[in-house]
């Protein structure tokens, strides 16, 4: 198993980035009409860019000019300052990284997306699964488990990550969106974000949004190869962006001992915020 990089205390996989690119993307200076998406990674990144995409280009397809699409849509982490400085405007910055410590500004904009735990420990790690050389790649789901609940896993503590989130939801240019809320009613959760963003939306041009961006849009072969080579750079050929998209998938890789342990996890941290322990109470995860 490879080391870490260690970003502000968070870790981070070697094979995929250097920490000179990444502390150059922190230390980009945010303007005002940058839109940040923030999330733990395989919690509907990709999707919210796809639709965040949309949104502000009037209902335009990622795949209609997938140049565009990525000149749009840089990765602090794997860009660095001059990649979102580059970067085509409107657009949206990808982070993956906790919300407190990238770039701020006051009238910056701010898409926080949280996926249940469960779900997003088990599609990383099938996910690092298909990318030999990643850290932890090479563990069996077991370790990998022990690392993601001791907060040791790529990225950090899960729920370190959302609760600083969390901590910042209530300001007027953070929205916290939960990709299972995504799953249940898209068209409400297009709507928050076109409001959001500042967007008038026609009932055409939305349901034209939830078309091109719907799982059976973007899992089409050549637009998922597109999507997976723009996430890591080109520097893994098998790996999956878009892959199952389904609440429950967990069930598929964690043992019933796991499932009690990530829920008394979940209870240690959330328990005293209600807002955010029931945030998943209609989707059977807990
Ligand atoms: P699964 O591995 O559970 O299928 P990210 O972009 O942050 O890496 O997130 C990837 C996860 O979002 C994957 O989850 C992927 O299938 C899912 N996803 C991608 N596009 C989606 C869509 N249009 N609808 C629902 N889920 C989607």
């Known amino acids: 198993t490879s080391m870490h990089l260690d970003i502000h205390g968070v ?4 094979r995929s980035f250097n920490t000179d690119t990444i502390n150059m993307g922190l230390a980009y200076i945010a ?40 000149a749009r849509t840089p ?9 979102i ?20 500004h006051s009238q910056a904009k701010y898409i926080y997306v949280v996926r249940n735990p469960k779900d997003m420990c088990t599609s ?19 370790t990998y488990f022990d690392l993601f609940i ?22 007027p240019n953070v929205l916290f969106i939960v990709y299972e809320d995504m799953k249940k009613d898209i068209r409400s959760v297009i709507r928050r974000l076109a409001k959001f963003l ?30 997976s080579e723009e996430s890591a750079g080109h520097l893994f050929e098998t790996r999956t962006v878009v892959r199952k998209g389904e609440v429950g998938d967990w069930r598929t890789l964690m043992s019933e001992e796991q499932s009690r342990r990530m829920d008394a ?20 995860v807990f």
């Open 31 to 70: 303007r005002p009409d940058d839109v940040f998406i923030v999330t733990m990674p395989r919690s509907g990144t990709t999707w919210m860019e796809t639709i965040v995409y949309s949104i502000l280009q009037n209902g335009r397809a990622f795949n209609e000019d997938f140049k565009d699409f990525t």
């Open 124 to 142: 990383f790690y099938k996910f690092i699964k298909t990318m030999p050389g990643v850290t932890h790649s090479d563990v069996p789901f077991d």
């Open 198 to 227: 500042n967007v008038d939306l026609t009932d055409e041009i939305l349901e034209r949004i939830v078309q091109v961006t719907s799982f059976d849009y973007m899992k089409k072969a050549e637009y998922n190869k597109h999507l």
């Open 75 to 83: 990765f602090l982490e794997q860009h660095g300052g001059q990649g």
């Open 150 to 171: 001791a907060g040791r896993a790529n990225y950090g503590d899960y729920f370190d990550h959302v609760l600083d989130a969390w901590s910042h939801k209530d300001e």
């Open 85 to 104: 400085v580059n970067m085509r405007r409107p657009g949206s910055i990808k982070t993956h990284l906790p919300l407190s410590i990238i770039p701020q």
């Open 265 to 284: 996890r979940f209870k240690q941290t959330m328990e005293h915020i209600p807002e955010l322990f029931t945030l998943w109470d209609e989707y059977n």
């Open 11 to 14: 870790p981070m996989c070697p």
